[in-house]
């Protein structure tokens, strides 16, 4: 996610806001960059690396002067992590300066209507459209309030923007949608940002901006309007009680407790710009007039290795597309029968780690064409794939994947319907099935998940003695199984092997005894009475036994953890950040590092 700060008072503000954006670096970015108004003109400054790069250009001491500005770190989402695409970005005639953190979804027809009227860019992202449109209204005639009005009013998607115009050096305009952004009132100076930690060293009063208004700030002012009307809005300011740590992680204990809380907006992320829910078709513009696999191999470690698993249920049963699933360390070192005419997908959260890179370049070696799923704008994986379709997940910073493979599965689920209908093997009222389904799916996990933490919370005191722990699933609920036994592995440091349920009775059932329990991924599905005769074999021999079922699947078990009905395969999505949230709270009650576990890297870039 991107981070911006705005600064407008009686202080040097440049100082303000390098040290306000290092406070949102957990946020993770690539490029960075300032602007501030000095003497009727707009100064500039951005570049793309860390804020290290951008305080080097920062050292004369002009950069003291000015007493207000606006700051940016920039997480790549359309264009590269260039210093031309870094923010902030000049409207063509130079009067206005914009930050932004979100995703305009049209802005490539907004973008070819103002070349049409002469406006020229100089850059590849959606964000400069933003201020281009911003300063095209001003030039009709209209004010900069009017112009925001009707710049926003044509913008798709989401979006958190400050903006300053070189006349008036001393006033801020900021909007959102979609994307946060607080406000920090100060005395005689007041505060814009992404996140709360940027200025809670000067002010803990803060006033949330809501979607679909507008803000405007002077050193002595706060203003709020509607973005329908331009009507004033008062709001009550709250004080935060906060320390810095906790603002980054907005609250939670830990990163990777945020970024499960995270999944419903990522699933939300995930769908913008790919569901025309007019037309009710999924739009994949990445895939527009490529051919459709005819088989696919898919490459991937760990986690992600586990998302193209499930992908594989999914793209062989919906799409007919027969898939291969390999690790890539295995994948890299043996003979891998491809040739011009194969298809490999790559996926990677990081889109950095070696050993998945080297299947990308061994696959390119053999004239394949590999498609890269990624997380990481930008990355190497991302960079030489012939094809990447991004998973819009945002940073993802705790070691512990979790929002990436939810937006890992949400991307392929997207790509299984996609090339279905191009295929014609699907109707026009199963893909609206699936659509309503998707669209309705963030409310509906943001509803579950405080409960799921409660009763992971219930469980762990239960379960944490354990020595050891299967974890079983059948059909699309093995791969949860293996991913459910990876986290609690890695995180709580207790042995567990996800399997394959009906693979029990060929050996492991041989471990089962009280001391060795297990957590049985059994939905409501046509698989369950297979699974309910495998728990019974581990009943019989004195196994205990979690199952996360449904309230009608009425199993007989030590402890049942209900999830909500919902469609093939959509039940996957409560399973997920449930089996998240169990060895989260493991973790917790043994007293582990949650986000830094021992030994591991959040990119294994090595091999
Ligand atoms: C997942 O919790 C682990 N941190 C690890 O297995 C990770 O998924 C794996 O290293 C692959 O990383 P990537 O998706 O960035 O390629």
Not at 217 to 237: D, G, M, V
Not at 579 to 604: C, H, M, W
């Amino acid at each position: 996610m991107c981070g911006i700060i705005a600064y407008t008072g009686h202080r040097p503000a440049t100082p303000i806001i390098i040290e306000g954006l290092k406070r949102l670096e957990y946020r993770g970015y690539d490029s960075a960059g300032i602007a501030f108004c000095l003497q009727n003109k707009l100064s500039v400054i951005k570049t793309e690396g860390k804020l290290s790069n951008l305080e080097q250009k920062l050292n004369s001491q002009e950069v003291l002067l000015n007493t207000s500005g606006i700051g940016h770190t920039r997480w790549a989402t359309h264009g590269l992590p260039t210093t031309q695409n870094a923010h902030p970005h000049l409207s063509q005639n130079g009067r206005f300066a914009l930050v932004h953190n979100g995703i305009i979804e049209n802005f490539k027809e907004l973008k070819k209507d103002l070349i049409s009227k002469g406006i020229t860019f100089t850059s590849d992202t959606d964000t400069e459209v933003l201020v281009q449109l911003i300063a095209y209204y001003v030039d009709k005639g209209n004010s900069i309030l009017q112009a925001i009005q009707k710049s926003l009013n044509q913008v798709k998607g989401s979006y958190a923007f400050a903006l300053i115009e070189c006349s008036q050096p001393q006033t801020i305009w900021a909007g959102r949608c979609s994307s946060p952004l607080i406000l920090g009132k100060g005395q005689g100076e007041n505060f814009i940002a992404s996140d709360i930690p940027a200025f809670l060293p000067y002010t803990k009063e803060v006033i949330f901006l809501e979607d679909y208004e507008i803000a405007e700030i002077t050193p002595s002012q706060i203003k709020l309007f509607s973005l329908s009307h331009l009507t004033p809005i008062a709001r009550e300011t709250v004080l935060i009680h906060w320390d810095i740590q906790a603002a980054q992680k907005e609250g939670y204990k830990h990163f990777m407790l945020k970024e499960i809380f995270e999944q419903p907006q990522v699933i939300e992320n995930c769908l913008r710009g790919r569901i025309d829910a007019s037309k009710q078709t999924i739009i994949i513009p990445e895939l527009n007039d490529i051919p459709i696999p005819s088989r696919l191999k898919i490459v991937a470690c760990g986690t992600s290795y586990h998302a193209g698993l499930w992908a594989k249920y999914l793209l062989e049963d919906i799409a007919k597309i027969p898939v291969e699933v390999e690790i890539a360390s295995e994948f890299r070192y043996r003979e891998s029968l491809l040739d011009r005419d194969s298809w490999v997908m790559v996926i990677s959260q990081s889109g950095e780690t070696a050993d998945t890179l080297a299947g990308l370049r061994l696959a390119k070696e053999k004239k394949a064409t590999v498609i890269g799923l990624c997380n990481v704008i930008g990355s190497s994986i991302a960079r030489e794939s012939d094809i990447t379709i991004y998973t819009q997940a945002g940073p993802e910073i705790s070691v512990a994947s979790t929002k990436a493979m939810c937006s890992q599965m949400i991307t392929l689920l997207l790509l299984t319907l996609f090339w279905a209908k191009q295929k014609q093997i699907i109707s026009q009222q199963t893909i609206n099935s699936f659509i309503k389904q998707l669209v309705t799916l963030p409310e509906q996990l943001k509803n579950n998940l405080t409960a799921y933490h409660q009763k992971a919370k219930e469980l762990t005191p239960k379960y944490a003695w354990a020595k050891s722990f299967f974890y079983l699933g059948r059909g699309i609920y093995y791969p949860l199984a293996l991913e459910g036994a990876l986290k609690l592995k890695e995180i709580s440091y207790i042995h567990a092997e996800g399997y394959a349920a009906g693979e029990m009775k060929h050996g492991p059932i041989a471990l089962i005894d009280p001391e060795f329990p297990t957590f049985a991924l059994a939905p409501k599905d046509n698989l369950l009475p297979k699974i309910k005769s495998n728990l019974q074999e581990v009943q019989a021999r004195g196994g205990k036994i979690i199952a996360l079922t449904e309230p009608d699947a009425l199993l007989n078990v030590d402890d049942t953890w209900f999830m909500p009905r919902s469609q093939h395969p959509f039940t996957s999505f409560f399973v997920l950040p449930a089996l998240q949230l169990f060895a989260y709270e493991t973790a917790i009650y043994l007293g582990k590092d949650v986000d830094q576990p021992r030994n591991l890297a959040k990119s294994v870039t090595v091999e």
